[in-house]
């Protein structure tokens, strides 16, 4: 009776070990794709991408500072110095599980102007139909925005940068699309948080209009 009980008894601490070991596991794995800074990129084709321009799956996200970014947008009132304009706080910044180098940086910051298409950039950008005005080139995808917010009550411009680090090799149409997909989404779940109207962010994955991989 004694050898069984201990036996049960060990068994019982055994399989809780397991489960530790599990759960520490999965903890030092990361954080998923489509459940990072607040699971803007929860549908698959969003996670996806967001995979595919960080070369991982999984991610440590503990430098993103969520809440400083939407306080400090709260707060734009459009009385800024050009120094300031430049001020920006990293809503989402992911890196690889064990830390490490950025490789997906998602920055927003109140805007002096909405820095529209010039034809001289159209050899490196493509321009897509977002927000107030939205490219995409080579690792980096910048998204301009109104927001007419009415607690409190006022109306910004709001400017959605992503800037993709990683080493992993990608570049042409698939590259500039899937950066703005992710840049997109960030920026519609930054709009609903304020309470943003007036928007005209895409629903949908923005579309290129011109540039270098837009229409011919």
């Known amino acids: 009776m004694r050898l069984r009980v201990f036996r049960s008894v060990a068994l019982a601490v055994a399989l809780a070990a397991t489960v530790s070991a599990c759960d520490a596991g999965d903890e030092d794995a990361g954080v998923r794709a489509d459940e990072v800074c607040g699971r803007f990129a929860r549908t698959p084709a969003v996670a996806s991408a967001l995979a595919k321009l960080a070369g991982t799956e999984r991610f440590n996200e503990a430098l993103s500072e969520p809440k400083e970014a939407v306080a400090t947008l709260r707060a734009a ?8 304009d430049w001020a920006e706080v990293p809503e989402c910044l992911l890196r690889a599980p064990e830390g ?6 998602l920055y927003f910051r109140e805007a002096l102007v ?10 490196d950008y493509t321009y897509y139909r977002t927000g107030a005005s939205a490219a995409s080139l080579h690792r980096v995808v910048s998204i301009y925005f109104r927001c ?7 109306s ?12 992993v090799k990608l570049s042409g149409k698939s590259e500039v699309d899937a950066q703005m997909l992710v840049a997109n989404t960030a920026a519609l779940k930054m709009a609903r948080q304020l309470g943003c109207e007036g928007t005209d962010l895409s629903q949908s994955p923005p579309r290129a209009v011109s540039g270098l991989y837009g229409p011919r």
């Open 77 to 84: 009132d459009g009385k800024f110095s050009p120094h300031d």
């Open 100 to 105: 490490g180098d950025p490789l997906v940086t």
């Open 114 to 123: 909405i820095l529209k298409p010039q034809p001289d950039y159209f050899k």
């Open 148 to 154: 007419r917010m009415t607690k409190p009550e006022k």
């Open 156 to 167: 910004v411009i709001i400017n959605a940068r992503l800037e993709r680090e990683s080493k």
